[in-house]
């Protein structure tokens, strides 16, 4: 099965060793990729709340130019825009009125024309569902032996009519890949929850706050790390998690946070064999030098 990726904005951006450790991993298992030279930014639900019809039209001219490539399969390496790309595609397949609107938009400005025939699916889907975790297991050379915390986010499982794909309820995809490389996954109630990154620019106490119970949670259940699909979740949950710590400590003195959090893609490569160093995972704000240490 072909795939045409769609990066996303993060992994060209703010986090680039998304992307390079996710090359790294579908090179490994043979994943046939063929990445989409021309593409926009999903709108990640802003663009949606400010102009609607601006927002399908960008994300149908990602799908038309799958389409035109001859692929139906459409891969995302970031749950914000799985939910943000797959949602706008089913509504697109589902309303034939909406389709014809936003078709005169799309060409007009590019001359393209969506069809509806594309698949969206998560790089997690796809080596859950088409891939399969008992092929993965294949791949799995240096078994990881760690307990990790599934941080699924809000758009990898939301809007549910529109993923189709697990129980946005009690989803299960993450910890069977955690299973996959030979780690334990940890139960725990904020694996479901928001992440705080769109809360961030408007209400930072309150996003560091949530930043602080979900990293707070899993550290507390016995976490040596966290892993998430979806980089927004990682750049909140890494990036502002010394920041939660300050706030949290400011009625518990003695908590501390300082858990490292993965790309999937890092999870994946780290039991392929690949080192930290070609993951990327340098350029984390959080060490991951204790779990390294653990694992190795």
Request: glycine share 8%.
């Amino acid at each position: 099965m072909k795939y045409a990726l769609f990066p996303g904005c993060a992994a060209k951006g703010a986090t680039p060793e998304l992307y390079t450790s996710t090359m790294k991993v579908v090179g490994r298992l043979g994943l046939d990729i063929v990445e989409l030279e021309a593409f926009n930014c999903c709108g990640a639900g802003v663009i949606t709340e400010a102009d609607p019809d601006l927002a399908y039209t960008l994300n149908a001219r990602t799908l038309a130019t799958a389409e035109k490539m001859g692929i139906n399969n459409v891969m995302t390496i970031c749950g914000t825009c799985q939910g943000i790309l797959g949602g706008a595609n089913k509504n697109l397949q589902e309303d034939d009125a909406l389709r014809e609107r936003i078709n005169r938009a799309l060409k007009d400005t590019t001359g393209l024309e969506y069809h509806g025939t594309v698949e969206v699916k998560h790089l997690q889907w796809i080596l859950v569902k088409d891939f399969g975790v008992e092929e993965l297991g294949k791949f799995i050379t240096h078994p990881l032996n760690v307990s990790i915390a599934p941080f699924y986010g809000c758009y990898i499982l939301r809007p549910s009519r529109a993923t189709g794909f697990d129980d946005w309820e009690n989803p299960t995809s993450l910890e069977k890949l955690i299973r996959a490389v030979g780690a334990y996954p940890v139960e725990y109630d904020g694996r479901t929850k928001c992440c705080g990154f769109p809360v961030l620019l408007e209400k930072d106490q309150i996003a560091l706050s949530m930043v602080a119970q979900n990293v707070g949670e899993a550290k507390e259940k016995g976490s040596d790390a966290m892993v998430t699909p979806c980089p927004l979740c990682h750049m909140s949950l890494d990036i502002y998690q010394e920041r939660a710590e300050d706030r949290l400590q400011q009625t518990r003195p003695d908590q501390t946070l300082g858990v490292p959090i993965l790309h999937l893609p890092q999870l994946l490569g780290l039991a392929m064999g690949f080192s930290p160093k070609e993951l990327g995972m340098k350029r984390h704000l959080v060490s991951p030098a204790p779990l390294i240490e653990k694992i190795q």
